[in-house]
């Protein structure tokens, strides 16, 4: 059976640091594309960032750009998200999204917040 577990959030001031992992189990080979999804208080999930399999990075939310760093590692079947100078506006709750085969998998999620 295919799982995500993601780990690291937490309750940061502004400015700090919080560094998310999703750690992918279940699968004979590296997932493809894995993102990050961030669902504010009341909102809608969206997609934050997202990595190819060969390790290209795109940030879909502008507000994170020059702060929030996606990376994997293929041999641990593991993506990261290196979130810096947080913001209140970054409190949410955080899912990982990987795609492998045919199929797409979520993670359960983790709290990230900024705390004002």
């Known amino acids: 059976q295919v799982q995500l577990a993601e780990s690291g959030g937490g309750l940061v001031q502004p400015g700090g640091s919080l560094r998310l992992s999703c750690v992918g189990y279940g699968t004979t080979t590296s997932f493809h594309t894995m993102e990050w999804y961030r669902q504010a208080p009341g909102k809608q999930r969206d997609e934050v960032a997202r990595i190819t399999d060969d390790g290209f990075p795109y940030y879909a939310d502008d507000s994170v750009k020059g702060r929030f760093t996606i990376s994997r590692d293929n041999g641990k079947n593991t993506v990261y998200l290196q979130m810096d100078s947080l913001k209140p506006e970054d409190t949410g709750v955080y899912y990982c999204?990987?795609?492998?085969?045919?199929?797409?998998?979520w993670g359960q999620g983790t709290q990230g917040t900024g705390r004002p």
């Open positions: 999204k990987a795609a492998w085969r045919s199929d797409v998998y």
